[in-house]
């Protein structure tokens, strides 16, 4: 496959229904793409502009500081003690680090790769570009002997839905049975809502109650653009088995993938700040008990949504149909056809928007 081969960006699919949002005489409410409102926190933005003199090519390993900075983060916020510059390596963003994963690994045909069955499409997209052939599986007894890698995502985009210890322990068992590298996209970790995760973080597939101290064949990757407001910076980092990490970063110093200088600064202070990831969860806290109710009123059934920065619902109807209904309302949403086959009935609701956007959007719900 080419990318000549690769379909439209599903997105450009929306376009008449945010037109038909955007002519509500309060305007409309995109809750349609994740992408953060909420100021970028004055310790990172601080960071960058001291670090502006940058007239020297940045490491594509990262700067000392900023790899001692993710290994310190991931024992303080993840529960991964004993990380060291060899087991990690930052990225320019996460989402070129999953589609171009499968490239790296030097993946192609007959390979399969895994990925969930509610999923965000880069993963299929990764394997296509390669030749490889995905695979939309959750049980891991469902994945066949050519599994070349596997991807985890919890808490889920779009569905919300979290592993926990022993779902991740299946997982990495089975992944090493068939000899597949595991990549946890983990870059919602930091919002967990229900169940246990109302108190408790959400565990990496890094951690040792997972690996009980094995990190062969793991990876955890992780984005700062949701927990820190930094979309736009495109900070994000891998952590996880040295003899994976080593020949990731040789192909990426030939591919010149370096992560600016200025941004590595930034990064270092977002990672040794936690007051503004508190706060920042408290206001997606405050923005999801106030839509929640809203949609279930509306005729919604929320599905898991245990974590992460999205609502995942259902009307029972066509997500399309749901789609066009929202529009009239002047809300716009993301549906389900866009992750996979299987959730044709489901709409994905954002929680980036402002708190007025949000409080709008509730009260148009409750009187329709």
């Not at 990225?91 to 790769?113: H, N």
């Not at 069955?117 to 066949?144: F, I, K, M």
Request: proline share 8%.
């Amino acid at each position: 496959m080419s990318v000549r081969d690769l379909a439209d960006y599903p997105w450009d699919a929306v376009a008449p229904y945010a037109a038909r949002a955007r002519a509500h005489a309060d305007g409309i409410v995109d809750l349609s793409i994740g992408s953060p409102v909420d100021p970028t926190p004055a310790v990172v933005a601080a960071a960058l502009s001291a670090a502006t003199d940058a007239h020297a090519y940045p490491q594509t390993v990262g700067t000392p500081a900023l790899r001692e900075a993710i290994a310190a983060w991931y024992a303080r916020r993840r529960g991964v003690p004993g990380l060291t510059p060899a087991h990690i390596l930052p990225t320019v963003g996460s989402k070129e680090l999953v589609a171009l994963l499968p490239l790296l690994l030097a993946l192609g045909p007959g390979d399969v790769v895994v990925h969930p069955r509610a999923a965000y499409p880069s993963y299929e997209v990764g394997a296509r570009l390669v030749g490889a052939t995905p695979l939309a599986a959750d049980d891991p007894d469902e994945w066949p002997a050519a599994t070349r890698l596997v991807w985890l995502n919890s808490p889920g985009n779009p569905d919300g839905s979290v592993l926990g210890v022993d779902e991740l322990r299946r997982a990495v068992a089975r992944a090493r049975e068939l000899g597949a590298v595991v990549a946890s996209d983990e870059c919602y970790a930091e919002l967990g809502w229900d169940g246990p995760w109302a108190d408790a973080a959400v565990p990496s597939v890094l951690d040792p109650r997972v690996t009980d101290g094995d990190l062969t064949g793991l990876l955890s990757v992780y984005s700062l653009s949701k927990q820190s407001n930094l979309a736009g910076y495109r900070a994000a980092f891998l952590a996880g088995d040295a003899s994976i990490v080593e020949p990731l970063l040789t192909a990426r110093k030939h591919l010149g993938l370096m992560v600016p200088a200025p941004v590595q600064a930034a990064m270092v202070a977002a990672l040794e700040d936690d007051e503004h990831v508190d706060a920042q969860r408290e206001r997606y806290r405050a923005r999801r008990d106030t839509l929640r109710p809203a949609l279930e009123a509306a005729g919604f059934r929320i599905d898991h949504s245990e974590g992460g920065l999205y609502l995942w619902a259902t009307a029972g109807e066509d997500a399309w149909d749901s789609i066009a209904r929202l529009a009239e309302l002047g809300i716009l949403a993301g549906p389900g056809h866009f992750y996979g086959s299987h959730f044709p009935q489901h709409v994905r609701f954002s929680l980036t928007a402002s708190d007025e956007r949000i409080a709008a959007a509730a009260q148009r719900l409750l009187a329709s």
